[in-house]
């Protein structure tokens, strides 16, 4: 773990709710949540082997969060502000603010691999033929990753400010952040 920063993480109680319900949902629905002491802002997160996987927006690392003892472990990307993070193929993926999905291995909190994604890149999800799909909601795009290889298979065109992918009925579905609209990509042989 060269390169990881450790800190014992408080936690606190509360799931940061406003406006009416809250009062009852905080006293019926306790939660232990990470306070950090700093001003890391928590994004993305991933539940793997009891650890929660945070990304921080604000920052340059992933956090592995252990939801027994507490225990904070940082890892460095190399990259800036980290945000949706998803756990494909038993490996973690990240989308970050200067253009980039990296590939993390969970057990080390290593980078496995790095794919340029120009703009600015967003949700990563697994396709139902393994391929690994990240939007793009600048340039409007969905990059094609083959996860065997690490390298990038096409870039389409997946309507204006592509942002979110769901798989259901085989085929590929993106949302839009800036239109209206909603893509469906059909299922590849």
């Known amino acids: 773990m060269a390169g990881a920063h450790r800190d014992r993480a408080r936690l606190g109680v509360g799931l940061g709710l406003r406006g009416r319900h809250s009062r009852t949902l905080r006293r019926e629905h306790r939660t232990a949540l990470a306070q950090l002491s700093d001003?890391?802002?928590?994004?993305?997160?991933?539940?793997?082997?009891?650890?929660?996987?945070?990304?921080?927006?604000r920052g340059t690392t992933v956090g592995r969060l252990d939801l027994a003892s507490g225990e904070l472990t940082q890892?460095?990307?190399?990259?800036?502000?980290?945000?949706?993070?998803?756990?494909?193929?038993?490996?973690?993926w990240t989308t970050t603010g200067d253009g980039y999905a990296l590939r993390i291995d969970p057990a080390t909190g290593g980078t496995i691999a790095t794919f340029r994604i120009p703009g600015t890149p967003a949700q990563p999800a697994a396709a139902p033929d393994g391929t690994i799909w990240v939007a793009e909601k600048e340039r409007n795009t969905v990059t094609r990753i083959d996860p065997k290889t690490n390298t990038i298979l096409d870039i389409s065109g997946a309507g204006h400010g592509a942002l979110a992918i769901a798989v259901a009925a085989g085929d590929m579905?993106?949302?839009?952040?800036?239109?209206r609209d909603v893509w469906r990509f059909k299922g590849r042989p």
Request: hydrophobic share 40%; charged share 15%.
């Open 39 to 57: 001003r890391r802002k928590p994004v993305g997160s991933d539940i793997r082997r009891g650890n929660l996987w945070l990304a921080f927006g």
């Open 75 to 92: 890892f460095p990307l190399g990259h800036t502000a980290p945000g949706f993070l998803e756990n494909i193929g038993g490996n973690l």
């Open 173 to 179: 579905w993106v949302t839009s952040y800036a239109g």
